[in-house]
Structure formats: structure tokens, C-alpha cells
């Protein structure tokens, strides 16, 4: 099992950036997947998460309108499109699968760095 992020980069405020999670060894359509960020010096947070078969989505309020999570299940790969980015929204982004709780996934990626460019 591998998920691997990418599109992480530096970012001035009101911008925007798209994250991909790549997945590999395991029927990726039909798992729940999320997007949980690590802020410097502080812990998790759960900001996004899309169900497999069903597509239903849910946001954390700190990321709802800006935000938004999509999958492709042909490619295997799943998306964090980013818009309007706020210097709080600066953390180590991961991708996460598995389970039906962010805190229950067994799969996780290396994280991707987005950082406030200002």
C-alpha cells in the first residue's frame, strides 16, 4: 500500500494550490479517504474527508468554501483543490485512507508542505 502527495509549495495569501494523493495496493475506490494537515507545533487536524462508493464528502469548518476534496477512482488518485489559502492554513497536508474515521485510517502518505509565501 503506498499513497504518495504531491503539489505542495510556497503560496501567498488568497492563492491557490491542488494536492494529489497517488494510491497504489489496494482497491482504492471503494475506501474512505481524508485530508488531515499538521500545523507547525501543533497537532492532526481533520479538514476533508469523501467516502468511497458513495462520494459524500464532509469539511471542517475551517477549510468549508475554500476547500474542496474530488477523486478519481480511475486514476487512483484523490485531490485537494486549495483557493483563497490563509497564512493559518500553512501545515504539513496529508493524505489518509482506510477505516471510516480519519483517526481509524490505516494509510497514510509522506505529507506535502504548504507554506505562506508572505
Known amino acids: 500500500v503506498q499513497l504518495v502527495e504531491s503539489g505542495g509549495g510556497s503560496v501567498q495569501p488568497g492563492g491557490s494550490l491542488r494536492l494529489s494523493c497517488a494510491a497504489s495496493?489496494?482497491?482504492?475506490?471503494?475506501?474512505?479517504m481524508s485530508w488531515v494537515r499538521q500545523a507547525p507545533g501543533k497537532g492532526l487536524e481533520w479538514i476533508l474527508d469523501?467516502?468511497?462508493?458513495?462520494?459524500?464528502?464532509n469539511y471542517a469548518d475551517s477549510v468549508k468554501g475554500r476547500f474542496t476534496i474530488s477523486r478519481d477512482n480511475a486514476k487512483n488518485t484523490l485531490y485537494l483543490q486549495m483557493n483563497d489559502l490563509e497564512p493559518k492554513d500553512t501545515a504539513l497536508y496529508y493524505c489518509?485512507?482506510?477505516?471510516?474515521?480519519?483517526?481509524?485510517?490505516?494509510?497514510w502518505g509522506q505529507g506535502t508542505q504548504i507554506t505562506d509565501s508572505a
Open positions: 489518509a485512507g482506510d477505516g471510516t474515521d480519519w483517526d481509524e485510517c490505516n494509510y
Open positions: 495496493g489496494f482497491t482504492f475506490s471503494s475506501y474512505y
Open positions: 469523501i467516502a468511497g462508493d458513495s462520494g459524500r464528502t
